[in-house]
């Protein structure tokens, strides 16, 4: 019923930047937040940042002041701006949204995953 499609990730050189987008699409009601997680080889999925639908926003440790998440309710597209990027950021990044839809409350939608590289 709920659809999320991630984009923007790629290859990139410590110190670059990317911007990530992810659109959720469906039976949309409302969205009551959004995030996104990252998951590097052999390591367990982590939380990178999230926003819910009252702009409340937290962030991990590791990407403060580096990571920015911004949402566009207009077009259900949540951002991901990614600066000063680390070897260590490399990790499949996902998009992960709470939903309620025109039938559920609380429906927890996972995208397909983009691909972030950072090189040394």
């Known amino acids: 019923q709920v659809q999320l499609v991630e984009s923007g990730g790629g290859l990139v050189q410590a110190g670059g930047s990317l911007r990530l987008a992810c659109i959720a699409s469906?039976?949309?009601?409302?969205?009551?937040?959004m995030g996104w997680y990252r998951q590097a080889p052999g390591k367990q999925r982590e939380l990178v940042a999230g926003i819910t639908s009252d702009t409340r926003i937290n962030y991990a440790d590791s990407v403060k002041g580096r990571f920015t998440i911004s949402g566009d309710d207009a077009k259900n597209t949540v951002y991901l701006q990614m600066n000063s990027l680390k070897p260590e950021d490399t990790a499949v990044y996902f998009c992960n949204a709470d939903i309620t839809t025109l039938d559920l409350f609380g429906v927890i939608t996972w995208g397909q995953g983009t691909q972030v590289t950072v090189s040394s």
């Open positions: 469906g039976s949309i009601r409302k969205i009551n937040a």
